[in-house]
């Protein structure tokens, strides 16, 4: 038995399990702030689901599980206590997908807000683990995915999303062999992501291609690509498009 003044956390960790008001006070609160920890910092860059969005859907997916608990508690015993929890599960990628934006340019294709709808989908599972009365496992979670989201977000802006993308049309003598332009390119570090052959039947003595070119790094100028290749030797014509 523990000594008065000292808190036996077991027990309270138990009653805070069960079905009680304190214990229901206590799972809202805590699927708020972990909501709000992910949704803070996506909001903070400004993504579509920000930090409202994100508390909601963590309170949203713990009341579901908290609801069917209470079922389970006091109507039906032999329910699946799991049911609502896996409906929460499957039915937020839709609100994940709201939040995807693929956009075009004459710089190529973007994908945006698929970290934002992962932490959306991560937040209905802590919601979930609260609303079960599985604190700890929410705590950790929520942790985990604040240190992954922020931590590494200078290794992804560094490495994976400071690149360059450049398409560009290009005409060169049939005389030059493709592989000393592909040479040029490595050597300041470019790689082509994708090439397009326009005139198969030529026989004008030159060769017309649409050409993607990727390099990663924050001295990624298009513009230096673009006269590189104008000075290789054959390059009849040569532009950004």
């Known amino acids: 038995m523990a000594e008065l003044g000292e808190?036996?956390?077991?027990?309270?960790?138990?009653?805070?399990?069960?079905?009680?008001?304190v214990s229901i006070l206590c799972r809202f609160v805590l699927a708020a702030v972990c909501g709000s920890v992910i949704g803070f910092e996506r909001g903070?860059?400004?993504?579509?689901?920000?930090?409202?969005?994100h508390i909601v859907v963590c309170?949203?997916?713990?009341?579901?599980?908290?609801?069917?608990?209470?079922?389970?508690?006091?109507?039906?015993?032999?329910?699946?206590?799991?049911?609502?929890?896996?409906?929460?599960?499957?039915?937020?990628?839709?609100?994940?997908?709201?939040?995807?934006?693929?956009?075009?340019?004459?710089?190529?294709?973007?994908?945006?807000?698929?970290?934002?709808?992962?932490?959306?989908?991560?937040s209905a599972c802590m919601g979930l683990a609260v609303g079960v009365g599985f604190y700890e496992g929410a705590i950790i979670m929520c942790a985990f995915l604040f240190l992954v989201i922020v931590s590494l977000n200078r290794l992804d802006e560094r490495?994976?999303?400071?690149?360059?993308?450049?398409?560009?049309?290009?005409?060169?003598?049939?005389?030059?062999?493709?592989?000393?332009?592909?040479?040029?390119?490595?050597?300041?570090?470019?790689?082509?992501?994708?090439?397009e052959y326009l005139n198969h039947e030529n026989t004008s003595g030159s060769n017309e291609i649409l050409l993607d070119l990727q390099r990663t790094g924050r001295d990624s100028n298009p513009n230096d690509v673009i006269e590189m290749i104008r000075n290789v030797e054959g390059v009849l014509f040569v532009e950004d498009i």
């Open 59 to 122: 309170i949203g997916a713990m009341s579901a599980m908290l609801v069917n608990q209470y079922i389970v508690t006091y109507f039906n015993p032999n329910s699946d206590p799991a049911r609502m929890g896996a409906q929460v599960i499957s039915g937020i990628g839709f609100l994940g997908a709201g939040t995807i934006v693929i956009t075009g340019h004459q710089r190529g294709q973007q994908v945006k807000g698929l970290t934002t709808a992962a932490g959306l989908w991560a």
């Open 7 to 21: 808190i036996d956390w077991g027990a309270l960790a138990a009653y805070l399990r069960q079905m009680n008001l």
């Open 159 to 195: 490495y994976l999303k400071a690149s360059s993308v450049v398409r560009i049309y290009l005409e060169y003598s049939s005389a030059v062999p493709f592989s000393t332009l592909l040479r040029a390119l490595r050597q300041k570090g470019w790689h082509m992501a994708y090439v």
């Open 44 to 53: 903070k860059k400004r993504h579509a689901a920000g930090l409202r969005t």
